[in-house]
């Protein structure tokens, strides 16, 4: 009769109860939210670091296009910030490539009178959000031509 008992105690403790079950749900439910959200998290830091990476191919080209002019050159002389100029281009995206504005512009001051000159290009944006961003790309340029 004792080992009968024994028998029915160990059966009964044998598997999960439903309680269990529901706790282990529980618990996995929280953990597949968690890295869904993740997931959402690195998608817009994706995009958003796409749109850094198209502003400062744009300044760097243009930052390139005003160092390679000769010393003399008109829009090279000394400015307050240019009027912006519009750049439409494509930034890709998670599912397709999206058209996007950026401004640009551009400053050049005399650091040291005919010596030197400082650069400075900002490009600028509205993300998905509408909150407007911008880079400032900066360079000295020294006059090679008066030497």
Do not use: C
Request: charged letters at 20%.
């Amino acid at each position: 009769m004792a080992a009968m008992k024994t028998n029915k105690r160990t059966r009964s403790r044998g598997g999960f109860s439903l309680i269990e079950t529901m706790i282990a749900m529980l618990v996995l439910g929280f953990g597949l939210l968690t890295i869904a959200s993740a997931q959402v998290y690195a998608g817009k830091s994706a995009q958003a670091g796409r749109h850094r990476t198209r502003a400062v191919e744009i300044a760097q080209t243009q930052m390139e296009r005003l160092q390679s002019l000769s010393w003399n050159d008109a829009d090279l002389a000394a400015t307050a910030w240019t009027p912006n100029v519009d750049v439409v281009t494509t930034v890709e995206s998670t599912s397709a490539q999206t058209a996007m504005t950026f401004s640009r512009q551009w400053r050049i001051t005399n650091a040291i009178a005919n010596q030197t000159r400082s650069i400075d290009v900002r490009v600028g944006w509205t993300d998905a959000h509408g909150v407007t961003k911008d880079f400032t790309l900066s360079s000295t340029r020294f006059n090679f031509e008066g030497l």
